[in-house]
């Protein structure tokens, strides 16, 4: 793949890097289509998945030179297009592996909304956000959803009609970033994440992961409190769930599979 590099450790740690370094890592078609190849082609061993960028920035958003092409195009073809952003988005929001951002520089626009459908985001000093799509006279769509449900809506008002720049400081105060740190210390600070991740259960991760999609906006009624009973009832006898209790137990590490 020419706009990706991807390697997976003993540990089962996919890192998929963005290898765009001279064009500040920017998307166009061609990248999105193969991101999104790369993420439901995932190793076997695959227990979480890191997606970072090479060169000076993380991901400064749709490439200029495919936007201009855009003029040119169809509203089909337009559309054809903006669905594989939204298919690339879909299928890292929907992955069933843990996703840690590791950012830096830029992360403008599409790069927003990937960090915005990353379970764990974990930016450098140096990182900088932006949804920039009003000040290209168009709107911030496909990536909406993942917006809204990372920032809120009261926050994408601001942030969506002012198309501004939101520094890290401000991006964690309102819930995009969750970790800060110098930008010598970035990768030691998402090796901190990856070791807490790889004290939990891959099967019940993938299971926290659905539930906070199913749980988000439901009324808390009887038929919900009965599902989720169920829910844990069912994960209370599975092998993993032994093995984590046992584990406890005798003050050991679990043996994951």
């Known amino acids: 793949m020419s706009y990706l590099s991807i390697q997976t450790d003993t540990r089962g740690v996919t890192t998929i890097t963005f290898n765009r370094p001279d064009n500040y890592n920017a998307m166009n078609r061609e990248f999105m289509d193969e991101l999104t190849q790369a993420l439901a082609e995932l190793p076997d061993n695959t227990r979480f998945v890191v997606i970072a960028g090479r060169g000076k920035h993380f991901c400064a958003g749709a490439d200029i030179n495919w936007m201009k092409q855009s003029a040119q195009l169809t509203f089909e073809q337009n559309h054809e297009d903006t669905m594989a952003l939204s298919n690339m ?31 764990i985001v974990v930016a450098s000093e140096d990182a900088k956000f932006a949804f920039t799509e009003v000040r290209l006279g168009i709107v911030p769509a496909t990536i909406s959803p993942y917006a809204l449900a990372a920032i ?106």
């Open 89 to 119: 988005l879909q299928t890292l929001d929907t992955l069933p592996y843990p996703t840690i951002a590791k950012v830096h520089g830029a992360a403008f626009g599409g790069g927003t909304g990937i960090v915005c459908c990353c379970d």
């Open 152 to 257: 809120g809506a009261r926050r994408a008002r601001r942030y969506f009609l002012t198309g501004e720049k939101i520094d890290v400081l401000d991006a964690y105060r309102i819930g995009l970033v969750h970790d800060v740190c110098s930008t010598d210390d970035l990768n030691n600070r998402v090796e901190e994440k990856i070791s807490a991740l790889l004290n939990g259960g891959p099967a019940a991760q993938s299971a926290a992961k659905k539930l906070i999609v199913d749980v988000t906006g439901a009324k808390v009624d009887d038929k919900l409190r009965e599902q989720l009973a169920s829910r844990l009832a069912s994960t209370r006898t599975s092998d993993e769930a032994q093995e984590g209790l046992g584990a406890f137990l005798e003050k050991r590490t679990p043996n994951w599979k």
